[in-house]
């Protein structure tokens, strides 16, 4: 039974971003948003029209459930008849909660109320059936949607069964959070999974926090329910905790630490992930505790630590290893659960553990499952299958395999077309892999949805494909696309949107995209307009990531900072530690960034003969910061005939290259330089044309094409790329930018782009004394 830890779940706060707590006072008034008629004449369409109009105040309705005692066996029939209008209010205030019209029908029942219990549970009924539509055995299914987590426990209490344990079945929100609820059947005497979700009801109905509308707000969301699962002592949020802090450990022993206490209060996620950790990183000790920790479980029957129990006799895990008694465990378990599905569930965690093709035995029980009607079985033996053949072309699907793969059960977020689009890929049949990657994306697969939407947008605009493109990519996003995320960041810093900028970063920073981390970094580290983070966030995300491995980007940037005193206080010595270590150690980058500031006197006083052999270090290796700055360099500080065309021959040789910052430094060059011998606005023209489409460029590209333009005497051109660069300019520096750019004061760069087209509106050329 869930009965006093449900009530503590009650109290305990829902929506990060609404601050809401629910409490046993009144719930809000108000006219509700769908009828008794509605849900019991059609549910799906019912639950629409509740998200498209009901608000996050839905959760307060909560509140009415404590104060009429509700339970899994009952409600207390005096503070019903006390707390009568606060239950009608609530129904009205959340109308498709299970737990809530389960609550008004005992309440109902308690009291004499013969003609509302009947109501109530029609309405009951119907939303049950409902949810009961959305359920399947297959674990690639969408979970059952739910308001709140105590409705899935509703919904097994008013169907006959009986709750054993839960988990989340991820350790992350992926548009979905699925809880898996463990349910004994006792008609069946089995025990299923059910899986259902709160987060994406929950992402619906909260518009009003600052990232409403953006992937992040699904975490918010996510972790607010799984606090409240904490202050109510529920072992499903130590679990997932204990995995999040496991995932963020470096060593084995810390990993397994991280798990231990949680899988002894029972967390699935954590036994899993410490079986993992035993049999893939081994160390002297890790198992201890394992069997002791899980046993007590075992022995009620329940059916994954059994799973769990079996594995760790066969592979010897914190035990002597006995296949005799690990058979026993598994043969149990598959015995207890519905359709033999823990042979898929002993698989699966195989899998995580081991290459190549599963052992024979494990296969047989998993055609023996699959007999028994056991879905995902199937789906495993294929799954091997195709890990079996490799990139062997002439591997096969059959007609049965490509039907089961198709089935929308198999499809919730579009893993089964996923599947099979790689298949015609591998065999090299191209139409077949475009139209079940357009299903998979359709499904929800966020990969395919991502490659779809770019597809679109840049082969389809501007056109009708264009509008589906940019749907498809925010859902792509916010199915936990890291592109995705990162490519509508992109556009969204190109329109100097920078609240949206940090909204589609956000969550893929919080997943590790390493990328993310610096571009969200970046917008805080140069404050720009509207965005929460501040610079000292900025500060704190380039220390934690200059401690990781592979760091130097990171040092980098915190060079930057203490140069400039950004964020920090000026400390020279500092930045210069930074670099050397990195320059030392042989990262190019660091090398020519130190060089370049041993050159340039940023470091201290000049030092010419160090900066020369950091930079000459980082072009032996072809680096192509190295070719930009020196050229800068040797063109404007050493600033001779002789450094000048010598400057030239760099960022000529960088445009063999494909550098695109020295190709358009040589561009510039050519096209506004004093100096006869390098003024060449033909040459110019052509190393600009080298870089794109004017449509692709960025503002100083723009600046240089139309300063090229204007100096071969086409000004009416100049005019239209420079108004174009003006556009941009004034939305720079942006994500993604290039950092010579980026430390440009921005009132004086604009003012340098209005200059130019000044320039360009009265027929004069623009020439470039001022830096000379």
């Given at each position: 039974?869930?009965?006093?830890?449900?009530?503590?779940?009650?109290?305990?706060?829902?929506?990060?971003?609404?601050?809401?707590?629910?409490?046993?006072?009144?719930?809000?008034?108000?006219?509700?948003?769908?009828?008794?008629?509605?849900?019991?004449?059609?549910?799906?369409?019912?639950?629409?029209?509740?998200?498209?109009?009901?608000?996050?105040?839905?959760?307060?309705?909560?509140?009415?459930?404590?104060?009429?005692?509700?339970?899994?066996?009952?409600?207390?029939?005096?503070?019903?008849?006390?707390?009568?209008?606060?239950?009608?209010?609530?129904?009205?205030?959340?109308?498709?909660?299970?737990?809530?019209?389960?609550?008004?029908?005992?309440?109902?029942?308690?009291?004499?109320?013969?003609?509302?219990?009947?109501?109530?549970?029609?309405?009951?009924?119907?939303?049950?059936?409902?949810?009961?539509?959305?359920?399947?055995?297959?674990?690639?299914?969408?979970?059952?949607?739910?308001?709140?987590?105590?409705?899935?426990?509703?919904?097994?209490?008013?169907?006959?069964?009986?709750?054993?344990?839960?988990?989340?079945?991820?350790?992350?929100?992926?548009?979905?959070?699925?809880?898996?609820?463990?349910?004994?059947?006792?008609?069946?005497?089995?025990?299923?999974?059910?899986?259902?979700?709160?987060?994406?009801?929950?992402?619906?109905?909260?518009?009003?926090?600052?990232?409403?509308?953006?992937?992040?707000?699904?975490?918010?969301?996510?972790?607010?329910?799984?606090?409240?699962?904490?202050?109510?002592?529920?072992?499903?949020?130590?679990?997932?905790?204990?995995?999040?802090?496991?995932?963020?450990?470096?060593?084995?022993?810390?990993?397994?630490?991280?798990?231990?206490?949680?899988?002894?209060?029972?967390?699935?996620?954590?036994?899993?992930?410490?079986?993992?950790?035993?049999?893939?990183?081994?160390?002297?000790?890790?198992?201890?505790?394992?069997?002791?920790?899980?046993?007590?479980?075992?022995?009620?029957?329940?059916?994954?630590?059994?799973?769990?129990?079996?594995?760790?006799?066969?592979?010897?895990?914190?035990?002597?290893?006995?296949?005799?008694?690990?058979?026993?465990?598994?043969?149990?378990?598959?015995?207890?659960?519905?359709?033999?599905?823990?042979?898929?569930?002993?698989?699966?965690?195989?899998?995580?553990?081991?290459?190549?093709?599963?052992?024979?035995?494990?296969?047989?029980?998993?055609?023996?499952?699959?007999?028994?009607?056991?879905?995902?079985?199937?789906?495993?033996?294929?799954?091997?299958?195709?890990?079996?053949?490799?990139?062997?072309?002439?591997?096969?699907?059959?007609?049965?395999?490509?039907?089961?793969?198709?089935?929308?059960?198999?499809?919730?977020?579009?893993?089964?077309?996923?599947?099979?689009?790689?298949?015609?890929?591998?065999?090299?049949?191209?139409?077949?892999?475009?139209?079940?990657?357009?299903?998979?994306?359709?499904?929800?697969?966020?990969?395919?949805?991502?490659?779809?939407?770019?597809?679109?947008?840049?082969?389809?605009?501007?056109?009708?494909?264009?509008?589906?493109?940019?749907?498809?990519?925010?859902?792509?996003?916010?199915?936990?696309?890291?592109?995705?995320?990162?490519?509508?960041?992109?556009?969204?810093?190109?329109?100097?949107?920078?609240?949206?900028?940090?909204?589609?970063?956000?969550?893929?920073?919080?997943?590790?995209?390493?990328?993310?981390?610096?571009?969200?970094?970046?917008?805080?580290?140069?404050?720009?307009?509207?965005?929460?983070?501040?610079?000292?966030?900025?500060?704190?995300?380039?220390?934690?990531?200059?401690?990781?491995?592979?760091?130097?980007?990171?040092?980098?940037?915190?060079?930057?900072m203490a140069i400039a005193g950004r964020g920090m206080e000026k400390n020279l010595g500092d930045a210069k530690a930074w670099l050397l270590a990195d320059a030392e150690k042989g990262d190019h980058e660091s090398q020519a960034l130190l060089g370049s500031m041993l050159l340039r006197g940023e470091l201290g006083s000049v030092d010419e003969a160090e900066g020369l052999r950091w930079m000459k270090l980082a072009l032996a290796a072809s680096n192509p910061s190295a070719y930009v700055d020196y050229g800068a360099w040797l063109y404007y500080f050493k600033n001779t005939a002789e450094s000048?065309?010598?400057?030239?021959?760099?960022?000529?040789?960088?445009?063999?290259?494909?550098?695109?910052?020295?190709?358009?430094?040589?561009?510039?060059?050519?096209?506004?330089?004093?100096?006869?011998?390098?003024?060449?606005?033909?040459?110019?023209?052509?190393?600009?044309?080298?870089?794109?489409?004017?449509?692709?460029?960025?503002?100083?590209?723009?600046?240089?094409?139309?300063?090229?333009?204007?100096?071969?005497?086409?000004?009416?051109?100049?005019?239209?790329?420079?108004?174009?660069?003006?556009?941009?300019?004034?939305?720079?520096?942006?994500?993604?930018?290039?950092?010579?750019?980026?430390?440009?004061?921005?009132a004086a760069n604009l003012a340098g782009y209005q200059g130019r087209l000044a320039l360009y509106v009265s027929g004069k050329h623009y020439v470039e004394t001022e830096r000379f």
């Amino acid at each position: 039974m869930k009965t006093c830890s449900l009530l503590a779940l009650l109290r305990a706060p829902l929506l990060v971003a609404a601050l809401a707590t629910i409490t046993s006072g009144p719930a809000l008034a108000g006219a509700a948003v769908v009828t008794n008629d509605q849900l019991v004449a059609d549910p799906a369409s019912a639950w629409n029209a509740f998200l498209e109009n009901a608000g996050a105040e839905a959760y307060d309705a909560y509140g009415a459930l404590l104060a009429v005692g509700y339970g899994p066996l009952g409600v207390d029939a005096l503070a019903c008849r006390e707390h009568r209008e606060q239950l009608d209010a609530a129904v009205r205030l959340a109308p498709v909660s299970i737990a809530l019209r389960r609550a008004a029908m005992m309440c109902a029942e308690a009291t004499g109320q013969e003609e509302v219990a009947e109501a109530e549970l029609a309405v009951l009924a119907s939303l049950s059936r409902h949810a009961w539509s959305q359920a399947s055995e297959v674990g690639n299914a969408r979970p059952i949607r739910v308001l709140h987590a105590i409705d899935a426990y509703a919904l097994l209490h008013a169907s006959g069964l009986e709750f054993r344990y839960d988990y989340y079945a991820a350790y992350q929100v992926e548009r979905y959070l699925p809880m898996v609820v463990a349910a004994w059947d006792p008609e069946l005497d089995k025990e299923k999974l059910l899986s259902f979700d709160f987060v994406d009801a929950g992402y619906r109905l909260d518009r009003d926090s600052p990232f409403s509308g953006f992937p992040i707000q699904r975490n918010a969301i996510a972790d607010a329910f799984i606090e409240g699962q904490a202050q109510a002592g529920e072992s499903i949020a130590a679990d997932i905790r204990a995995v999040r802090a496991a995932r963020l450990a470096v060593s084995a022993e810390d990993k397994a630490t991280a798990v231990r206490d949680a899988a002894a209060q029972g967390g699935i996620l954590s036994g899993a992930t410490w079986l993992v950790i035993c049999q893939t990183r081994p160390f002297e000790g890790c198992g201890d505790g394992f069997v002791d920790a899980w046993l007590p479980y075992a022995e009620q029957k329940h059916v994954l630590p059994m799973v769990m129990l079996a594995y760790a006799y066969e592979h010897g895990l914190g035990v002597e290893a006995d296949d005799a008694v690990g058979r026993q465990l598994l043969d149990a378990a598959v015995d207890l659960s519905y359709h033999g599905h823990a042979a898929v569930e002993y698989a699966q965690l195989w899998r995580a553990t081991h290459e190549g093709r599963l052992p024979d035995a494990l296969r047989q029980r998993l055609v023996d499952a699959e007999r028994a009607g056991e879905s995902n079985a199937r789906g495993v033996l294929i799954a091997d299958r195709v890990l079996e053949a490799g990139e062997e072309k002439a591997f096969v699907l059959s007609p049965g395999d490509i039907e089961y793969l198709s089935e929308p059960a198999f499809n919730g977020s579009g893993t089964g077309f996923s599947l099979i689009a790689d298949y015609h890929g591998r065999r090299g049949e191209e139409q077949q892999r475009l139209d079940m990657q357009r299903r998979a994306a359709s499904a929800g697969n966020p990969e395919h949805q991502f490659q779809l939407a770019l597809t679109l947008i840049e082969q389809d605009a501007p056109g009708p494909g264009e509008a589906e493109g940019w749907a498809l990519m925010a859902s792509a996003a916010h199915g936990g696309s890291g592109s995705a995320q990162r490519y509508l960041a992109y556009e969204s810093s190109r329109n100097g949107r920078w609240p949206e900028v940090e909204g589609w970063l956000l969550d893929a920073a919080q997943r590790g995209n390493v990328e993310a981390i610096f571009d969200l970094a970046s917008l805080y580290e140069w404050e720009y307009p509207g965005v929460v983070g501040t610079v000292d966030r900025a500060v704190a995300a380039y220390t934690a990531m200059a401690a990781e491995e592979g760091g130097a980007e990171a040092r980098r940037r915190l060079a930057g900072m203490a140069i400039a005193g950004r964020g920090m206080e000026k400390n020279l010595g500092d930045a210069k530690a930074w670099l050397l270590a990195d320059a030392e150690k042989g990262d190019h980058e660091s090398q020519a960034l130190l060089g370049s500031m041993l050159l340039r006197g940023e470091l201290g006083s000049v030092d010419e003969a160090e900066g020369l052999r950091w930079m000459k270090l980082a072009l032996a290796a072809s680096n192509p910061s190295a070719y930009v700055d020196y050229g800068a360099w040797l063109y404007y500080f050493k600033n001779t005939a002789e450094s000048r065309l010598e400057a030239i021959g760099v960022w000529e040789e960088a445009r063999t290259k494909d550098i695109p910052l020295a190709t358009n430094n040589l561009a510039w060059a050519r096209c506004t330089s004093p100096d006869a011998a390098i003024f060449d606005p033909a040459r110019g023209m052509e190393a600009a044309a080298s870089m794109g489409t004017a449509e692709h460029m960025g503002a100083a590209q723009l600046d240089t094409l139309a300063a090229c333009h204007a100096a071969a005497g086409e000004f009416e051109r100049a005019r239209e790329l420079q108004t174009q660069a003006i556009e941009l300019v004034a939305l720079y520096p942006q994500i993604g930018g290039d950092e010579e750019e980026a430390t440009v004061d921005p009132a004086a760069n604009l003012a340098g782009y209005q200059g130019r087209l000044a320039l360009y509106v009265s027929g004069k050329h623009y020439v470039e004394t001022e830096r000379f």
